[in-house]
């Protein structure tokens, strides 16, 4: 089974970053495990200090619901079946797009959370990730090379 590690973190903020400059944007961007338990966390340049906390709750959420966090924005709004959700354990629910999990064989194997656009945009930037780490699922599992990874990862 796949294991999220410091170095696949670190490959996975690498292509989220690269995202995030193609887009313009400074963002924060956050690794968890499956314990949703912090492994890798990168601030770009500019980056607005007030996404650390965001970026590294989005990817807490992400697992602890086990969805992304765009999921929740219409089931949490006045009247719907999730309302107030965002106030529940300590205010760490995040009901803002950018936060997504991981998944291999239908298990959650970590997430992301990304902040410093607009949900849309840290949407985008976390979907790079998302792509690269199912890449490198594709290489675990024999089915593509690590140098076909890299044209991956530079197309995106």
Not at 9 to 38: C, P, T
Not at 46 to 57: L, M, T, V
Not at 78 to 103: E, M, Q, Y
């Amino acid at each position: 089974m796949f294991k999220l590690t410091l170095e696949t973190a670190k490959q996975l903020l690498a292509a989220a970053e690269q995202k995030a400059r193609q887009m313009g944007l400074s963002s924060d961007i956050a690794i968890v495990d499956e314990g949703a338990n912090l492994i890798a966390f990168h601030r770009m340049d500019n980056a607005r200090i007030g996404g650390i906390d965001i970026s590294q709750n989005k990817a807490w959420t992400s697992v602890a619901m086990q969805m992304p966090t765009a999921n929740l924005a219409q089931s949490a709004l006045p009247g719907a079946p999730s309302f107030g959700i965002n106030t529940t354990n300590h205010g760490r629910v995040v009901i803002l797009g950018g936060g997504i999990p991981f998944v291999s064989k239908d298990r959650i194997i970590g997430g992301i959370g990304v902040s410093g656009g607009t949900s849309a945009q840290d949407i985008e930037v976390a979907n790079a990730a998302v792509y690269a780490f199912n890449s490198l699922l594709r290489v675990d599992e024999g089915l593509i090379t690590s140098a076909r990874i890299g044209s991956i990862q530079s197309n995106r």
